[in-house]
């Protein structure tokens, strides 16, 4: 679906209103699209500012590997104009529901399984058109990938969660679907997985994704998908199978698995107690198995070990505690989903302060928002 200019500025200027008496009346809006993430971040109650009203695909080119939509577009619509040329988010974004939209997507800046081996959301946006808190219609970057001078302002939005603009048009690299996928499982320890996914890494494998789950002993099952050229795949497939004994799964359950995997899914997630968090792990490539207190359930890792999931208790000891262990293997860790008895209130990011490496980004973050919304509009402490 496009958009025709007449629509385009007529639900722009609404948006500038919106923002205009914001700012004039000292309140905050908290940017939506549609609410498949609003339990992600902290919580607020300030009026919604809906971008589904902003929606289509403006501009599409196969050939360039590019395209062009506004915030409030239905993520699966854009995946099915991809689909169709056989081309893809090669990030894999979660939808975490079917309304889903792709600025939601940007602004929450969260990829799935593919990560690993192609990069991030914010590897791949090329340029963006935003509204700040002044109401002014800014542009930046473009719809090719090339050097820039200045500061690439079309990247910081990836994982704003909306604290800096409002995002109207995005222009996103895509890439074409691999040629051979297939995908390996095996049952191994999670100190064996850890530092053969930590050896293939350096090697010239077509490692696509990887996803380990497994108790708190160690036990686990490990998946591996391979994706890339037909004879790649094809001559890595008996070499991986004979170092750790692993089959080759079903082309359809494989797609199923690493689906439900990115849409958390998965019965390793499951439902979170009422007293229960969903912990995320940021860790170096390097970082070997590490024993958690009070965990529960199974473990998931996944992009080789850097990223992983864990239950445990949601109370500010048991954070804490998960929170220094996460820095003392050099990473970060934080409340990713809350139990429906914690208290909402509760930070669900990790401070820059927090962390080591990142606290001097913290006078950067405020220079970045007084640039973009002096009048405090976006600041909802979603995004601390």
């Not at 090697?203 to 696509?208: G, K, N």
């Not at 799964?249 to 998965?266: S, T």
């Not at 669900?348 to 927090?354: C, K």
Request: aromatic content about 8%; glycine content about 10%.
């Amino acid at each position: 679906m496009n958009v025709s200019n007449a629509t385009s500025d007529a639900t722009i200027d609404v948006f500038r209103e919106q923002i205009l008496n914001a700012a004039k009346n000292n309140t905050q809006l908290s940017i939506e699209g549609g609410g498949t993430k609003s339990w992600y971040g902290n919580p607020n109650s300030f009026a919604k500012l809906d971008t589904r009203t902003y929606s289509g695909i403006l501009e599409y080119q196969p050939e360039e590997l590019v395209i062009t939509a506004c915030a409030g577009t239905p993520l699966k619509e854009i995946e099915a104009a991809l689909k169709e040329k056989n081309q893809a988010l090669p990030f894999e974004p979660p939808h975490f529901g079917e309304q889903a939209t792709f600025g939601g997507a940007i602004a929450a800046g969260l990829a799935g399984p593919g990560r690993i081996s192609v990069g991030n959301f914010r590897d791949f946006v090329l340029g963006a058109r935003i509204l700040d808190g002044k109401g002014q219609d800014l542009a930046f970057g473009g719809k090719v990938m090339k050097n820039v001078a200045g500061y690439d302002v079309s990247r910081l939005l990836p994982g704003s969660m909306g604290t800096l603009s409002l995002l109207l048009e995005a222009s996103v690299k895509v890439l074409p679907k691999p040629a051979a996928t297939a995908t390996l499982r095996c049952q191994i320890s999670q100190e064996k997985a850890l530092r053969f996914l930590n050896e293939w890494a350096g090697q010239p494998l077509p490692l696509s994704a990887s996803c380990w789950i497994g108790n708190v002993s160690g036990e686990g099952e490990l998946s591996i998908r391979l994706a890339g050229a037909t004879a790649a795949v094809k001559s890595a497939l008996p070499l991986i199978s004979s170092l750790v004994m692993a089959s080759e799964v079903d082309p359809q359950k494989a797609e199923a698995f690493w689906n439900d995997l990115r849409e958390h899914q998965l019965s390793a997630f499951g439902t979170l107690a009422g007293d229960q968090t969903l912990y995320r792990f940021a860790l170096p490539a390097a970082c070997g198995k590490i024993d958690i207190p009070n965990a529960e359930g199974e473990l998931v890792l996944e992009w080789h070990g850097q990223q992983r999931w864990i239950k445990a208790p949601g109370d500010e000891a048991t954070f804490t505690a998960i929170k220094n262990i996460a820095s003392s293997h050099g990473g970060h860790a934080s409340r990713f989903k809350q139990g429906a008895k914690l208290d909402p209130a509760f930070q669900r990011f990790t401070l820059l302060s927090e962390q080591a490496h990142s606290k001097a980004l913290e006078t950067v973050q405020e220079r970045l928002r007084s640039a973009f919304d002096p009048a405090g509009v976006f600041a909802t402490k979603r995004l601390p």
